[in-house]
């Protein structure tokens, strides 16, 4: 349970509770009683508050997420969205205007992480904020992240119209790339936002894979970058008194147990690599077998070998991807000169997944003997902590699926996100919603409008609460 509001703020989140217990259909005895108790007297029968119902515009949401979804490098219904391209900067706009048309404050920092603000009743005290990422990794679903910003500001317009008053203000963050797709570094923005100097270091120099460096692809996008402004990216660590991130489950737990809310407790430990081999390459036809040193062999041995090492910590929590395997030259009569891959392992055990990445160090070192091939490049490039929900918001988003009768789960995020790195700077939770068979990063994914109103009102509800601590 929540610490009490203060006594102006206790009548009107009393209104809105009722509010909220109409439009449940739900007149339990549990659900009166934490009323009563919040508000410190007795609720009245009649009903009346602030607005009559407390209804998600599932209709406008979806249609704001196929609009979105047409913003797109690759047809329907996969979407490909990649950081500062045209169709990311369209992204943009469209977000940006609909929190324009909200009537929130609306700021980008250097790098474009966008955030959309409703001033509180006391704006000095530290925001209440909720955001995700809309930037789509190639080939994916339209629901990834863009449920976490558009049921956000859903969110908002549903306590706008409820007339909610915010005692801390609410912010709806957009955050940039929080896919790796186009530099190789995950929850760019977040990251950056969390302080780590390390990467503002490395963004000065971060290319592409056609070369094209990340400041030249921000300033493409109209993020004009003096290398100082990286630094301005960084947030103070009493900016925000909570983040909570609504996101589709990408797991079929919820779809399967037929529950409507999960309450994530931690998010998993992710890690990515990159490894690069050289051989000498040469004439598919002519080098003969014993005098070949085929950089594209070693590359498919050391697959193999992530795959081995991942199943060795003997965990179905191990997991472990190698998502890019590159050839060079890629002629089908020339022997692989070079081959590039990307790796990415993961584990609730933040130990025992750093043990997979060391045999997986190992191994390359020995495939790269016996093969003779170089090992020209071992690369991590992130090798992150998992976090952990803070106990007040996940406290908060208890209280609002109870309020609002929906059952929960509290689970782990094996995937990993922006709060991932919020959870840094501010106390972070997340609520996750089914989805279809579990399906995501592929064009199947799909949120129902019935799961995706009930996270909508969870993650409303779980604002409005921390708003008047
Ligand atoms: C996020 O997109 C992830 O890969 O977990
Ligand atoms: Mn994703
Ligand atoms: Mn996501």
Request: some cysteine.
């Amino acid at each position: 349970m929540p610490s009490k509001p203060n006594a102006a703020s206790r009548l009107v989140f009393l209104a809105f509770l009722l509010v909220i217990s109409a439009a449940a259909a739900n007149d339990d005895a549990a659900a009166r009683r934490t009323m009563e108790q919040f508000a410190g007297f007795p609720a009245s029968d009649d009903g009346e508050g602030p607005s009559s119902d407390f209804h998600v515009d599932s209709e406008g949401l979806q249609r704001q997420i196929d609009e979105l979804a047409s913003f797109s490098d690759s047809p329907a219904p996969s979407v490909t969205r990649v950081l500062y391209t045209d169709k990311d900067v369209q992204a943009r706009r469209y977000i940006k205007g609909i929190m324009n048309q909200l009537g929130l404050v609306v700021r980008e920092d250097a790098v474009g992480n966008i955030f959309g603000r409703w001033e509180g009743s006391e704006p000095g005290l530290g925001a209440v904020a909720t955001g995700s990422h809309v930037d789509a990794i190639p080939f994916s679903g339209k629901f990834d992240g863009v449920v976490g910003v558009l049921g956000a500001l859903e969110a908002i317009s549903l306590l706008k119209r409820s007339a909610f008053l915010p005692k801390r203000s609410l912010e709806v963050i957009m955050f940039t790339s929080e896919e790796p797709t186009r530099f190789g570094i995950s929850c760019l923005g977040s990251r950056l936002m969390a302080g780590i100097e390390e990467l503002a270091q490395s963004l000065r120099k971060v290319v592409d894979n056609q070369n094209v460096s990340f400041l030249d692809a921000a300033e493409s996008a109209g993020y004009k970058l003096n290398l100082e402004d990286l630094h301005s990216v960084f947030l103070k660590t009493d900016k925000y008194s909570a983040f909570i991130e609504l996101h589709i489950e990408q797991g079929p737990i919820l779809e399967k147990e037929g529950i409507p809310i999960g309450i994530v407790t931690a998010i998993a430990a992710p890690a990515s690599l990159k490894v690069d081999f050289e051989g000498n390459g040469g004439h598919a036809g002519a080098v003969l077998m014993p005098a070949r040193n085929d950089a594209g062999l070693a590359a498919a041995e050391l697959a193999l070998a992530v795959e081995k090492h991942v199943l060795e910590s003997g965990s179905i929590d191990t997991v472990g991807t190698v998502g890019i395997l590159q050839l060079h030259p890629g002629a089908i009569n020339s022997i692989p000169s070079k081959s590039h891959l990307e790796i990415d392992v993961r584990d609730i055990d933040e130990k025992r997944r750093n043990d997979v990445i060391e045999k997986i160090r190992q191994s390359a070192a020995h495939i790269s003997k016996n093969r003779g091939v170089e090992l020209s490049e071992f690369k991590i490039i992130n090798q992150d902590p998992p976090a952990l929900s803070d106990k007040s918001v996940v406290d908060a988003m208890e209280f609002a699926a109870k309020q609002l009768n929906l059952a929960y789960k509290k689970m782990i995020s094996r995937a990993y996100h922006d709060s991932l790195f919020m959870a840094r700077v501010s106390p972070m939770g997340m609520i996750f919603i089914p989805c279809y068979k579990g399906y995501s990063h592929k064009p199947e994914e799909y949120a129902s409008p019935e799961d995706m109103a009930n996270g909508v009102k969870v993650l409303a509800l779980t604002m409005a609460t921390l708003s008047l601590e």
